[in-house]
């Protein structure tokens, strides 16, 4: 089997704290193996319909939103623009786009939150699916977002390159995602300790998803897909403790700010070579 971002045959059954996962050694990217991935679906919807705390979730990363938002103004304007949000769930996201001046597109596969964000957006504007499904025009929207969905689709390729294709020229993607370098890192700091913050309700955290990128890795990916000006840097973490990691939000949003400081300052002294932070922020065009 290849790499899906480098095409590297270079594919090793990943280090042992991950079963059923695989690793490139070409670029760093972890994965599920096969027979995971196309379970992928139902696994989601039970996941975002029965388990995530919405609400929560979406008010952690209000300061995400507006931030992402804010960039996208300054860079391709606002006025008459479309904008695609894939994985828009209830629709959290596309409301500050809509006070912002976008016109709001939404793609979402729970049926729920699908459902909700039509009653807010119009019928014509949501639809509950997934993305390749929707037959969008060519060339049709100004900017497309995917917070925190490229890490569990079926087919991360597939996904972008369905994004190019409906993009229009000079449209810019924003992809959030996990950076499974600082997820390796914390896992491993924690396993000695794992029976102690049992004892105290703290969970584990560290989560790793069907598609683990590193920067490198989804990098070469979005560069395989035709886009090009590609940034890639720490992304504003979220608020608060909306899945309950610790006992206590204090700690956790201290242990937050901490972070995200420690990871801007090396990113600044690296000049963007190093990005270590829990979350990686990318945005490119389509040229």
């Not at 095409?7 to 670029?27: D, E, H, M, V």
């Not at 006070?99 to 949501?126: S, Y």
């Not at 597939?158 to 499974?180: A, F, M, P, S, T």
């Not at 886009?227 to 939000?249: C, H, K, M, Q, V």
Request: hydrophobic share 40%; aromatic share 12%.
């Amino acid at each position: 089997m290849n790499c899906i971002c480098c095409n590297s045959k270079a594919i090793t059954p990943s280090p042992f704290f991950l079963k059923r996962f695989y690793l490139c050694r070409g670029c760093g990217l972890i994965f599920q193996n096969q027979t995971d991935i196309d379970n992928l679906t139902d696994n989601i919807v039970h996941h975002y319909q029965d388990i995530d705390p919405h609400e929560a979730v979406a008010l952690s990363k209000k300061v995400f939103f507006e931030f992402a938002l804010n960039y996208l103004g300054s860079k391709i304007g606002i006025r008459d623009k479309k904008i695609l949000d894939v994985g828009c769930g209830y629709g959290y996201f596309l409301k500050l786009a809509l006070k912002k001046g976008w016109e709001p597109n939404g793609v979402e596969v729970t049926e729920n939150a699908a459902i909700t964000a039509r009653l807010e957006f119009g019928e014509k504007n949501i639809f509950q699916g997934m993305l390749n499904e929707a037959n969008f025009e060519d060339n049709y929207f100004d900017a497309i977002t995917l917070w925190d969905v490229m890490v569990m689709v079926n087919n991360p390729y597939e996904e972008l390159k369905e994004c190019h294709r409906i993009l229009k020229q000079n449209g810019i993607i924003g992809i959030r995602l996990r950076n499974v370098a600082f997820q390796k890192l914390v896992y491993c700091m924690h396993l000695p300790f794992k029976k102690i913050y049992r004892k105290f309700g703290v969970k584990h955290p560290t989560v790793f998803h069907p598609f683990c990128f590193s920067p490198r890795s989804i990098k070469q990916l979005v560069q395989k897909s035709g886009f090009t000006n590609i940034r890639i840097e720490n992304s504003p973490l979220t608020s608060g403790d909306p899945y309950a990691y610790g006992i206590s939000r204090v700690p956790v949003q201290l242990a937050k700010t901490l972070v995200h400081l420690i990871s801007k300052l090396i990113f600044m002294i690296s000049r963007g070579r190093w990005i270590i932070g829990p979350s990686l922020l990318i945005w490119a065009e389509k040229p």
